[in-house]
C-alpha cells in the first residue's frame, strides 16, 4: 500500500489517516483491549508483515528499538510502538510493520495490526485531554472519534526525536539576520517547535507572533488586515512573512495558505511551509496552494534566510509596481 496513491488535493482541510491497534495481554478473565491509533497517510509508505526474530536489541539507544530489517534495497530500523507506549503488547503469530518516511528518514514501527484507512476533517481532530498530555511518553497529538471508539493520532516525529537526540543539534538557526526589523507571524501546533522557531527568528531580528493552529492564525489575519485598514495602512505594515506548519487541528496549513492567497489584501504576504510533510512526492500540494517556499523539518537551519529572501524578492516588487 502506499499512501501517495490515495492523497486528497491540498486546501480541503482534510486528511487521511491509517488506522491501526495494539492488542493488549489479556486482562484477566479471557479479556482482551484493542488500544487503536493513527497517522496521517502521508507518512506511509507501505505496510508488510514483520519478519520473525525482531527483539529489543542490547545497548539500544531505547527498549521500543527492535534492530534492523531489511525491505528489497533498504535496511531500516524497526521501533516497537507498544513498548515506547508502555502497553503490554499480545504476542501474536501474524504482526505488521508500518514502514514510514518522516524528514527523509524511513523506519518501520511494529504494531499488531491495520483496520482501514479514514479521512477525516481537521476540525474532527480534538486537543488530547490533560491526563493524556501529561504522560511520560506523551507522542498524541489529538484524538478523533470514530464509530465507538476513540483514535489516538501519534506524533512519529518526537518518537524518532527522543531515539536520536543529536537531531535537535540540526535544528538551529543558520546565522541569517534581517537587515531591519520585521514581523513574522509562525504558525505550529507542536510548543516545542514554535519556541524553537521563535528563538530562531527573534535571533534574526524578527518580531515574532505565535499561533497554535491554521484558523486560529487565520482569524488572526482578518483581524490584523481589518485593523490596518481602518488605520489607512496595508498589513505589510504589520506583518512580513508567514511560516506554517501542514498537520494542525483546525485548519492544516495548505488551507491556510489558500486561503491567504485568495485574499486581495493578505495575497501580499509571502507563505513558507515548513513541515516533515513536504518531499519530493508531495511538493506539488504546496505548489497548488500557491506557497511562496517549502522548507522540510531537515532544512531547519535554512528556514530564517529563506524567510528573508521571501520578504526581499516581495518587497521589490511592491517597490517595483
Same mark, same amino acid.
Given at each position: 500500500?502506499?499512501?501517495?496513491?490515495?492523497?486528497?488535493?491540498?486546501?480541503?482541510?482534510?486528511?487521511?489517516?491509517?488506522?491501526? !491497534?495494539?492488542?493488549?495481554?489479556?486482562?484477566?478473565?479471557?479479556?482482551?483491549?484493542?488500544?487503536? !491509533?493513527?497517522?496521517?497517510? %502521508? /507518512?506511509?509508505?507501505?505496510?508488510?508483515?514483520?519478519?520473525?526474530?525482531?527483539?529489543?536489541?542490547? +545497548?539500544?539507544?531505547? @527498549?521500543?528499538?527492535?534492530?534492523?530489517? &531489511?525491505?528489497?534495497? =533498504?535496511?531500516? @530500523?524497526?521501533?516497537?510502538? &507498544?513498548?515506547?507506549?508502555?502497553?503490554?503488547?499480545?504476542?501474536?503469530?501474524?504482526?505488521?510493520?508500518?514502514?514510514?518516511?518522516?524528514?527523509?528518514?524511513?523506519?518501520?514501527?511494529?504494531?499488531?495490526?491495520?483496520?482501514?484507512?479514514?479521512?477525516?476533517?481537521?476540525?474532527?481532530?480534538?486537543?488530547?485531554? #490533560?491526563?493524556?498530555?501529561?504522560?511520560?511518553?506523551?507522542?498524541?497529538?489529538?484524538?478523533?472519534?470514530?464509530?465507538?471508539?476513540?483514535? $489516538?493520532?501519534?506524533?512519529?516525529?518526537?518518537?524518532?526525536?527522543? $531515539?536520536?537526540?543529536?537531531?535537535?543539534?540540526?535544528?538551529?538557526?543558520?546565522? %541569517?539576520?534581517? @537587515?531591519? /526589523?520585521?514581523?513574522?507571524?509562525?504558525?505550529?501546533?507542536?510548543?516545542?517547535?514554535? %519556541? $524553537?522557531?521563535?528563538?530562531? !527568528?527573534?535571533?534574526?531580528?524578527?518580531?515574532?507572533?505565535?499561533?497554535?493552529? +491554521?484558523?486560529?492564525?487565520?482569524?488572526?489575519? $482578518?483581524?490584523?488586515?481589518?485593523? *490596518?485598514?481602518?488605520?489607512?495602512? &496595508?498589513?505589510?505594515? =504589520?506583518?512580513?512573512?508567514?511560516?506554517?506548519?501542514?498537520?494542525? @487541528?483546525? =485548519?492544516?496549513?495548505?488551507?491556510?495558505?489558500?486561503?491567504?492567497?485568495?485574499?486581495?489584501?493578505? &495575497?501580499?504576504?509571502?507563505?513558507?511551509? !515548513?513541515?516533515?510533510?513536504?518531499? /519530493?512526492?508531495?511538493?506539488?500540494?504546496?505548489? #497548488?496552494?500557491?506557497?511562496?517556499?517549502?522548507?522540510?523539518?531537515?532544512?531547519?537551519?535554512?528556514?530564517?534566510?529563506?524567510?528573508?529572501?521571501?520578504?526581499? #524578492?516581495?518587497?521589490?516588487?511592491? *517597490?517595483?509596481?
Amino acid at each position: 500500500m502506499s499512501g501517495n496513491d490515495i492523497l486528497l488535493d491540498a486546501g480541503t482541510n482534510e486528511f487521511e489517516i491509517i488506522e491501526f !491497534f495494539i492488542d493488549e495481554a489479556d486482562a484477566g478473565a479471557g479479556v482482551q483491549n484493542k488500544d487503536y !491509533f493513527g497517522i496521517n497517510v %502521508a /507518512k506511509v509508505l507501505e505496510v508488510v508483515e514483520a519478519p520473525k526474530g525482531l527483539h529489543s536489541a542490547e +545497548g539500544a539507544p531505547h @527498549p521500543s528499538y527492535l534492530g534492523t530489517m &531489511s525491505l528489497r534495497d =533498504m535496511i531500516l @530500523p524497526v521501533i516497537d510502538l &507498544s513498548v515506547w507506549l508502555d502497553i503490554e503488547r499480545k504476542e501474536s503469530e501474524f504482526q505488521l510493520i508500518i514502514v514510514t518516511e518522516i524528514n527523509s528518514v524511513v523506519t518501520g514501527f511494529l504494531v499488531s495490526g491495520v483496520t482501514q484507512i479514514h479521512r477525516i476533517g481537521w476540525t474532527d481532530l480534538k486537543t488530547p485531554n #490533560k491526563y493524556i498530555a501529561d504522560m511520560d511518553t506523551n507522542c498524541i497529538t489529538g484524538t478523533i472519534s470514530i464509530k465507538d471508539r476513540f483514535v $489516538l493520532m501519534i506524533d512519529l516525529e518526537r518518537i524518532l526525536g527522543e $531515539l536520536d537526540p543529536g537531531m535537535a543539534e540540526n535544528l538551529e538557526g543558520g546565522g %541569517a539576520l534581517a @537587515p531591519e /526589523k520585521w514581523s513574522a507571524l509562525i504558525v505550529d501546533d507542536s510548543a516545542s517547535v514554535r %519556541a $524553537l522557531l521563535n528563538k530562531n !527568528f527573534e535571533a534574526a531580528n524578527f518580531d515574532v507572533q505565535l499561533f497554535t493552529n +491554521g484558523l486560529e492564525a487565520w482569524e488572526g489575519l $482578518l483581524a490584523m488586515r481589518d485593523k *490596518a485598514k481602518e488605520g489607512g495602512k &496595508s498589513i505589510t505594515d =504589520m506583518v512580513d512573512v508567514i511560516v506554517s506548519d501542514i498537520e494542525m @487541528p483546525q =485548519m492544516d496549513g495548505y488551507t491556510l495558505t489558500r486561503q491567504i492567497k485568495e485574499d486581495a489584501e493578505l &495575497s501580499k504576504l509571502p507563505v513558507i511551509l !515548513f513541515s516533515s510533510l513536504i518531499t /519530493k512526492g508531495l511538493y506539488h500540494k504546496g505548489e #497548488k496552494v500557491k506557497a511562496d517556499d517549502q522548507v522540510t523539518k531537515p532544512e531547519f537551519g535554512a528556514l530564517t534566510g529563506r524567510a528573508i529572501t521571501q520578504i526581499e #524578492k516581495y518587497k521589490a516588487k511592491r *517597490a517595483e509596481a
